[in-house]
Structures are given as C-alpha cells and as structure tokens.
C-alpha cells in the first residue's frame, strides 16, 4: 500500500504528516512504524509524525509522535505545520482548531504563516537549583504543553548542548517522563537566543516551538522580555510569541512563525519495513 503524505517544515523541524481520517493506518502498531518512518537515510525522515484524524468538537483531531514513536501532547512547530495542511487539502479554512491530547488549540493561517493560540502554561519554577555532574546549575522550568526547562548561558553559540542536554532530560528530578531542555541568551527586551535538546527527538533540533514559547515566558517572568519577544533557534528561522501577563501567570499566548510545504509524496511499503523484511 502507498501511503500519500506531506513532507513539512515549521522554523527547521520537519514533519511527515498524514491524513487519516478514513483509517488508512488501522491496525498499525504505531509507535513501531513511527520510527522506521522517522528514520533519516532509510525512509522519509522526520523530527516528528502527525495523523489528521476526526474529531466531533474542532475540525480534525490530530496525533503527534516524536522520531522515537513516543506520543507527546503538543508540538508548536508541529501544530503550524498541521494547520496549514488542513488548509491547503481543504480540511478547514484558514481560521481553524484541532484537538490535541491538551486540549483544543486555535489557528491562522496567513500564506506560509500560521499564528498558533497556545493553551496557558501551567507549572512556572524559577531559578532552583539541579545538580549535573557534582555541579549546580540554576534552571527555570515551564509546561508550555509539554515540559521544558530553561537554562540562561552566556556563551550560547559554544554551550555543549550535546552533553548538558541529555543530563537535564533524563534528570531524576524531571522523571520519569523526562523534560526538554532549552539553553537561552536574552539579547534585548523583545530578542531571545535559543538552542534546544528535545525529548523524543532525543538531539539537539533546529527549532522547538513550545520551547520558544517557554523561553519568552520564562524570561518575561524573571522581568527580563515583554511581548511580543522574537525568538531566533539555531535553524535560522525565527519565531514570534505574543502573550498577556497578569502578574505571575499568562494568558492569549501565541506562537507565530513560518509553516512550509517541502513535497508532497506516496510513501512506498519498503519506506517502513525494516532491514531484515527488506
């Protein structure tokens, strides 16, 4: 069977999505095949896989899996991305909403850009203390659907994400369902820096949008960013959050940044096979 698909980027993470709404999927174990889809050099490739699914209270529900065949709640870059495929195949108008494993999420999309109404972060932790590898680091911590921890650094250009990402991710205070790390640098009030190693993708991406999001709150809770804060990831492709603060909560946060369409294609029975079945 020949599986149509859209290949997908939203600010430098990739995305295979696929509608499946009619059950093309039934019977698949998931989480297994998510993975040989995932993989680069072997099948399509991708940081993440979205199933367009029905819903009967928004105009699709999706399902989100990481690269490793994890579900996760939420994905900002996944949920641009989504959003404007429903729009383009004709799923829904440029104003849409989806359902998500957090709840109902609203968007718009404007030509390649779509502006994401994100649900309100809960779990806001600033400045505590985590020990890695016998030292303290001070971190913040934020649920923006899906958790993150934010660390500020000086040197963000050289910071070694590839060994303190792991050790935050998998740290014994964030288990057992682990925690995305995020390693900023504040340049002004309305500038954020940022590098980010995601759980699922389990390696540093070129962009996380929840992460960004995290970032902006975090910063404008130490006092130190107000909306609307301009994040820039290290794929190059910028993000913009818009958010109100009433004193130490948020609320009308908003993820805005590009959604692009990289092909359209039919994914072969040999793209999700493994090695010995090949």
Not at 214 to 228: E, N, V
Request: hydrophobic share 35%; with cysteine.
């Amino acid at each position: 069977m020949k599986i149509p698909f859209y290949k997908m980027s939203g600010s430098g993470n990739d995305f295979v999505i696929i509608d499946n709404r009619k059950g093309i999927l039934e019977g698949v174990e998931l989480p297994q095949w998510v993975q040989k889809v995932c993989r680069r050099g072997l099948s399509v490739g991708a940081d993440g896989l979205i199933l367009v699914q029905n819903s009967p209270k928004a105009d699709f529900q999706w399902r989100f899996f990481n690269a490793d065949g994890g579900e996760a709640e939420m994905c900002g870059n996944g949920g641009r991305c989504v959003a404007r495929f429903a729009y383009l195949t004709g799923i829904s108008g440029r104003s849409l909403s989806f359902d998500t494993l957090c709840g109902v999420i609203e968007a718009e999309v404007v030509g390649e850009r779509v502006k994401l109404k994100m649900g309100n972060p809960s779990d806001v932790r600033l400045n505590y203390p985590i020990s890695i590898d016998s030292n303290e680091c001070i971190v913040s911590s934020i649920n923006t659907g899906v958790p993150h921890v934010v660390q500020m650094v000086e040197d963000l250009e050289h910071y070694d994400v590839s060994k303190a990402g792991p050790a935050i991710r998998y740290h014994p205070s964030y288990q057992p369902n682990g925690t995305n790390a995020n390693f900023i640098k504040v340049r002004d009030e309305h500038t954020i820096h940022i590098r980010t190693y995601e759980r699922g993708v389990e390696d540093e991406t070129l962009a996380c949008g929840t992460g960004a999001v995290a970032s902006a709150l975090i910063g404008a809770s130490k006092g130190l960013a107000s909306s609307p804060v301009t994040v820039h990831p290290k794929g190059g492709e910028v993000m913009t959050i818009h958010f109100q603060e009433k004193g130490s909560s948020f609320t009308d946060v908003f993820l805005e940044g590009d959604a692009r369409v990289v092909y359209v294609g039919e994914m072969w029975e040999e793209a999700y096979m493994s090695n010995e079945e090949n």
